[in-house]
């Protein structure tokens, strides 16, 4: 399941995933952000997460590449140990911020 909290002031969406995030979670992902504009402030809160596959990672680039690709300001942040070596292992601490 995906959550989302659009906080106008700040400019930040901050994107609450719930369960696992595989390939189920792609629909409902891209269209929590799709609308949005690409200067925002993006935060995908993993905290929740149960599972993560590839596709979830793919999904992670589309945010990034929407929000601006090299210039974008994604940061991830939660989630288990498990969820956290699969960011590693994919080296995304190079392409998003890691908290």
Same mark, same amino acid.
Do not use: W
């Given at each position: @399941?995906?959550? =989302?909290?659009?906080?106008?002031?700040? !400019? /930040?969406?901050? +994107?609450?995933?719930?369960?696992?995030?595989?390939?189920?979670?792609? /629909?409902?992902?891209?269209?929590?952000?799709?609308? !949005?504009?690409?200067?925002?402030?993006?935060?995908?809160?993993?905290? !929740?997460? =149960?599972? @993560?596959? #590839? #596709?979830?990672?793919? @999904? +992670?680039?589309?945010?990034?590449?929407? #929000?601006?690709?090299?210039? #974008?300001?994604?940061?991830?942040?939660?989630?288990?140990?498990?969820?956290?070596?699969? +960011?590693? @292992?994919?080296?995304? =601490?190079?392409?998003? /911020?890691?908290?």
């Amino acid at each position: @399941m995906i959550i =989302e909290q659009f906080d106008e002031s700040a !400019k /930040t969406l901050t +994107l609450l995933v719930d369960g696992r995030f595989d390939y189920k979670c792609q /629909t409902a992902f891209r269209e929590a952000f799709a609308d !949005k504009p690409a200067d925002l402030h993006y935060v995908v809160d993993l905290s !929740k997460v =149960e599972y @993560m596959d #590839s #596709s979830a990672l793919g @999904m +992670l680039l589309l945010l990034r590449d929407h #929000s601006g690709g090299v210039h #974008s300001d994604v940061l991830i942040k939660g989630g288990s140990d498990s969820v956290k070596n699969v +960011l590693r @292992m994919a080296r995304f =601490e190079r392409l998003f /911020t890691l908290g």
